[in-house]
């Protein structure tokens, strides 16, 4: 932990995200005050010379319960102020020594002009990819997912494994016109953005007609499995496949996450997904998103402190492989 100021009338420094000379090591300010970047990092329009971008994307449309997930960014950045001060658990380190992460702000989105909103998302997605930074997303409405991958598969030049931690496995048919959370996966399949024989769906409590070949354990058996035998699995699954993570906090039970659009009992524990994806950084990561937040039905924000933490176990992962030295940029 950096030490703290000496100087007594500021014994403690105050927000850390609006100084542009810092950018390593964990935060020392007070939780309860100061710009609520997320993680505390430094803002920065976008992303020049930093390891990993983040960024919210306050979408709300099209969705089939409840709104409100425009908020999500906004309340998960306030709720990682819990999360900072101390070594990361279950890391034990500094995640942020020697992996500099900018908080890049949020999409620009016209909420009266809904049509465009696709487009929006991926324009400035790219825009953040081309620095090379690796792209971590606070969402807002799961269709994001859809535009953030043909941002990142267009960088790439290839397209990727999927693993989606989920209730649902938003495969509903869809024409390519509707902008909607349900139908993303289905677009990215068609669009090839996703290769389906090695992605895989975790918690799934629905079901729908087209699963287009991903693998699926569902809610039941990853309750059954544990969750160390269903990394395993992943995995086993994805191999050595370049990989987008996607995590609907939906796929936690609502007792873990009552702040989402479409809460199904029978979902894992936030413990669980902690310890799931923990043992995941084996994977050749590529891209992460956090989506559905809806603090409006949470007013005790216990749904955005499970997606801050999901974010931060990424962004865990994503350092021990810098530590290791591997590649996480773009």
């Not at 007594?8 to 950018?23: F, G």
């Not at 329009?45 to 930093?50: P, Q, V």
């Not at 309340?75 to 942020?96: C, H, K, L, Q």
């Not at 609502?254 to 524990?269: E, L, N, Q, Y």
């Amino acid at each position: 932990m950096a030490e703290l100021n000496a100087d007594p009338l500021r014994p403690r420094p105050v927000d850390d995200a609006l100084n542009p000379t810092r950018r390593y090591g964990e935060s020392t300010e007070a939780n309860y005050a100061g710009a609520t970047s997320f993680l505390r990092r430094p803002y920065a329009r976008l992303a020049e010379g930093f390891d990993v971008a983040v960024w919210g994307v306050p979408l709300d449309t099209s969705v089939s319960n409840r709104p409100g997930t425009r908020f999500g960014p906004r309340a998960i950045r306030e709720a990682s102020t819990v999360n900072v001060g101390d070594p990361a658990y279950p890391f034990g380190f500094d995640i942020f020594a020697d992996m500099a992460v900018a908080d890049t702000g949020d999409c620009s989105l016209d909420y009266g002009r809904v049509e465009l909103m696709p487009a929006a998302i991926e324009a400035q997605a790219a825009e953040r990819i081309a620095t090379g930074a690796h792209l971590v997303t606070l969402g807002g409405d799961h269709f994001l997912t859809y535009p953030v991958l043909k941002a990142l598969v267009a960088r790439l030049g290839r397209p990727v494994a999927l693993v989606q931690f989920d209730a649902h496995q938003d495969t509903w048919d869809d024409d390519g016109s509707r902008i909607d959370h349900g139908t993303m996966i289905t677009r990215a399949v068609r669009d090839g953005l996703i290769i389906p024989e090695r992605s895989i769906q975790i918690g799934i409590r629905t079901h729908a007609p087209q699963d287009y070949g991903i693998a699926i354990v569902d809610g039941l058996l990853a309750g059954e499995m544990g969750p160390m035998a269903v990394a395993s699995r992943i995995l086993g699954h994805v191999e050595d496949t370049p990989v987008y993570v996607s995590f609907d906090i939906d796929c936690l039970d609502p007792a873990f996450a009552p702040g989402t659009g479409t809460p199904v009992p029978g979902g894992v524990s936030s413990a669980w997904a902690i310890s799931c994806l923990r043992r995941l950084g084996a994977l050749d990561l590529k891209g992460f998103d956090i989506v559905e937040v809806s603090p409006p039905y949470d007013h005790a924000g216990i749904t955005a402190l499970a997606g801050c933490s999901m974010a931060q176990i990424y962004l865990g992962l994503l350092a021990e492989r810098k530590r290791a030295g591997l590649s996480i940029g773009l």
